[in-house]
């Protein structure tokens, strides 16, 4: 069997998982133990009618017992689980395949509940820290004090930066959240990597609130602007290219 099937045909069950999860954690509900169920009636959804896409295809995005519409959110995220592992399996193959994806996938739900809610769960961040020193303890041991130190460097850079933005402006600019982020970014790319993440997450942001102002948004200097999308963007494309041009 081809190595990017397995993570391929998963996706959209994956995505399914990160619907729930991007719903119920920022509210404080149970991930787990609460059973999928109906926005409009509120039944519980049986086992066809939560296998991902394909359910929403066959009964056209309604409910089958009330016939009321099912959001495109649940298809979108289950379609955006699906594009990371079919971009992951264009570049990698083998165990940084599935490395590929948990951290793609881990990005995507952390990207999607900020742009919602304005927060970078500690769920999410503190153990994508753990899996990037982990993972560079298996893949390349000899490198793994230069991914620590990427861990630590990446806090301290943003934890510096809100730290003075709030003492020049008296406001809130980043959040600590985006700080944890950044140490996830240093524990998977090492310190070296860390310039190409802000960088890039920069001026992704930038492009974001163009679009946002084009499109008849405001942009004040006071509009809070998540930057957990731009910035789980950037870690994830200098993740998969860094390796091919170094």
């Not at 719903?23 to 066809?48: K, N, T, Y």
Request: glycine share 12%; aromatic share 8%; net charge neutral.
């Amino acid at each position: 069997m081809p190595d990017w099937l397995a993570p391929v045909i998963l996706s959209p069950f994956v995505g399914s998982f990160l619907g729930v999860l991007i719903r119920r954690l920022p509210a404080g509900e149970d991930v787990v133990a609460g059973r999928s169920h109906c926005e409009s009636c509120g039944r519980a959804l049986g086992p066809v009618e939560l296998v991902p896409l394909l359910n929403y295809l066959i009964l056209r995005g309604k409910c089958r017992h009330c016939g009321g519409r099912i959001g495109l959110f649940h298809p979108a995220i289950e379609l955006a689980a699906l594009a990371v592992a079919v971009w992951a399996a264009c570049v990698d193959d083998g165990a940084r395949l599935w490395a590929d994806c948990v951290l793609g996938w881990t990005l995507l739900a952390l990207g999607w509940i900020d742009a919602r809610h304005m927060v970078l769960p500690d769920v999410l961040t503190l153990p994508l820290i753990l899996a990037g020193l982990g993972f560079a303890l298996i893949a390349e041991p000899d490198r793994i004090l230069d991914h620590a130190a990427g861990a630590a460097v990446g806090w301290l850079i943003f934890w510096a930066v809100a730290r003075l933005y709030r003492a020049l402006r008296r406001r809130e600019g980043l959040g600590e959240g985006d700080a944890k982020l950044l140490a996830a970014a240093g524990a998977w790319v090492t310190w070296s990597g860390l310039g190409a993440v802000m960088l890039l997450a920069a001026v992704t942001g930038l492009l974001i609130a163009l679009a946002g102002r084009l499109r008849g948004g405001s942009l004040a200097a006071a509009t809070a602007i998540p930057f957990g999308p731009p910035l789980a963007f950037a870690i994830w494309v200098v993740w998969l290219y860094a390796p091919l041009i170094q």
